[in-house]
């Protein structure tokens, strides 16, 4: 073959490579705004690897999440769809009941005017992912971390991912990030193996396995979302750092957000060494804002300052999040913008990006971004955010949907005002990025326009939007509590939770699932992915045993105990059940000491769990305890 040839049939080649890039989708779960260097915010947290993937892209200043919480922002990534088309508008795809139509809700406390509707709670598989149009691309695709999204059947293996891991539906790391861990079929390779270490790791070795052809990374760590524990030795680094007058000061969260760098740190360092950094999209977000209600160290783990709220707020503090997005040839290295982009956007700016067409008949509420990546504004560009709950959080709102356009945010508080019409907020971002200063009534006829824009977009998605509560009673209504975050343990928890004070249950406790017992049979309903049995076994001590008989579906688990009641880590001993029909179960417990707490945990499942009889057994225990429900 002539040489001239072969050198034409090598440009060919190496042009067919070049028009499909690699596509990395890294999100963070609850990273704020103000979280990382990006923007200049803070002086505590250390994020060089977001930097630094940073300075190979375009940083994008107004960047938001679809949702000011997870599993909406998350459906709207894959899908390119608003929550308020999906309907799923919380983070409740973890819990057992399939409901897949959003419906308007049937009821309210009289204190709230507004009833908020019935979410989803599964990511439907009649939606076009991104991963399913990648893959019938000719993309190999798989997904690591947290998905969130519902369990099979509408886990990543049927939304168009190759491989999962960990093959997890829960709302955050099974237990803990630094190992031993609680996934059900995905166990630590060393003793203290961080997650975010692993699973940077198993990402690696899948992008060198699939070096040679183009691939879809999607990367949703678990991190910086609660549980709220860290490396040991980083944590006391940033304790050593703390300026007590800096509103972000927890150094276990300042060592989590160390973890989460790292891992970027290792993607970035993998493209590099296999030399496809030149030749691969990575796409840098989070799912919502920064958590400002729960506690750790002693403080708050974050602050969205100088933003007002954080996770499960339509302020600012709650869907303003960091954006990146790299694009070789595309989007300038160390560039900014301040384009408004959303979730809903990134699908469809791959599309167009990667000359691929939408399927036939496809939709997106997000629009295509590339003019802003090769450095044209986006003038005029309207972003919604749909959020129809009122969660009780610090800065919260009752159910609400804002609308950004240029430098006017307008939220719309559902049937907040008189006489059930809907209350405004009005906010000039450019002027008043902390949000204090409501121009509503100075600007009616912005309102009315930018309104009009949101009641187009509740139209065109077909949303389940709030209806006036017609229980509502102004004797109990108290308009001053608005913002303000309701106290810890005023809310009784749902029955689904726990069942203590049944004496049918004999001394076990259920948790994340509801128990009753009839004709002789404990039967679980309602089984969360953290649903578990336990029992104070203190009398029992050394080697023994767990026995029980038990009906329910086919599934990995495990036995814990807990030797010193609630406090330090638990040991753990795994069982895997049969399924189907009636079942008999023996678990090895290796223990060297007293047993004291044990629980029975159980797989995730729809259909109800039949529990004959449990027994604790141990050598030095004397008789075994059985409990003969």
Request: with cysteine.
């Amino acid at each position: 073959m002539p040489r001239s040839l072969l050198i034409l049939l090598f440009v060919l080649g190496s042009s067919a490579f070049a028009a499909q890039p690699n596509v990395i989708v890294i999100l963070a779960d609850d990273l704020g705004w103000s979280d990382t260097t990006l923007y200049g915010n803070t002086a505590y947290y250390q994020t060089p690897n977001v930097a630094r993937l940073a300075s190979r892209g375009m940083t994008f200043t107004r960047a938001y999440s679809a949702s000011p919480l997870c599993s909406p922002t998350r459906s709207a990534l894959l899908t390119g769809q608003s929550p308020a088309r999906t309907g799923i508008t919380v983070p409740n795809c973890h819990v057992p009941q399939v409901v897949l139509q959003a419906t308007t809700g049937k009821k309210a406390p009289p204190d709230q005017k507004a009833i908020q509707p019935e979410p989803v709670t599964r990511l439907k598989t009649e939606y076009r992912t991104l991963a399913e149009t990648l893959k019938d691309a000719g993309y190999a695709t798989a997904h690591f971390g947290k998905w969130h999204l519902g369990p099979e059947p509408y886990s990543p293996l049927q939304q168009g991912f190759d491989l999962d891991l960990p093959h997890h539906p829960g709302p955050g790391p099974a237990g803990t990030y630094v190992a031993p861990w609680k996934f059900a079929n995905f166990k630590e390779k060393s003793p203290g193996e961080h997650i975010e270490d692993r699973m940077a790791a198993e990402a690696v070795a899948w992008m060198e396995q699939q070096k040679e052809k183009p691939f879809y990374l999607n990367y949703w760590m678990f991190s910086v979302h609660a549980p709220f524990d860290a490396k040991k030795a980083n944590i006391e680094k940033h304790r050593d750092r703390i300026d007590p007058k800096d509103a972000q000061r927890s150094p276990t969260y300042a060592a989590m957000i160390q973890s989460m760098d790292d891992a970027i740190g290792t993607l970035l360092d993998a493209l590099d060494r296999l030399k496809l950094a030149n030749n691969t999209i990575i796409i840098f977000t989070a799912d919502n804002g920064g958590n400002m209600y729960n506690e750790i160290d002693g403080t708050t783990p974050t602050s969205n300052r100088p933003l007002r709220g954080g996770k499960a707020t339509m302020f600012e503090g709650g869907t303003r999040v960091p954006g990146v997005v790299v694009w070789p040839g595309v989007a300038a290295a160390g560039s900014r913008s301040d384009a408004i982009i959303q979730s809903e956007d990134y699908y469809p700016t791959l599309l167009e990006g990667l000359a691929i067409k939408p399927a036939e008949g496809q939709r997106f509420d997000g629009a295509s971004i590339l003019p802003a990546l090769k450095g044209a504004a986006l003038a005029g560009k309207a972003t919604f955010q749909y959020f129809p709950h009122n969660p009780g959080v610090p800065d919260w709102l009752p159910p609400a949907v804002s609308v950004h356009c240029d430098d006017w945010k307008l939220i719309r508080i559902f049937h907040g005002g008189e006489k059930g019409a809907h209350r405004h907020l009005l906010f000039n971002l450019r002027d008043d990025l902390g949000e204090r200063n409501n121009l509503a009534a100075q600007k009616p006829e912005l309102v009315t326009e930018l309104d009009a824009m949101i009641e187009k977009f509740l139209i065109d998605t077909k949303a389940a939007v709030p209806v006036p509560n017609p229980a509502f009673d102004p004797k109990k209504y108290h308009p001053e509590l608005e913002g303000k975050q309701q106290p810890k343990g005023k809310a009784k928890a749902p029955v689904r939770d726990r069942d203590d004070g049944d004496p049918a249950l004999q001394g076990w406790k259920a948790r994340d699932c509801k128990a009753s017992v009839k004709e002789g049979i404990l039967r679980l309903t309602n089984i969360g992915d953290a649903c578990f049995l336990g029992f104070s076994a203190g009398k029992h001590s050394g080697p023994g045993t767990a026995t029980f008989r038990i009906r329910a579906k086919a599934g990995a688990s495990h036995f814990d105990w807990l030797a010193n009641g609630t406090e330090g880590k638990a040991r753990r001993a795994e069982f895997t059940l049969k399924g189907g029909d009636w079942e008999e179960v023996t678990v090895q417990l290796p223990a060297t000491g007293p047993l004291g707490i044990v629980r029975l945990y159980l797989p995730m499942q729809e259909q109800p769990v039949e529990i004959d009889w449990i027994e604790i057994k141990s050598g030095e225990g004397g008789k075994p305890t059985r409990t003969e429900f």
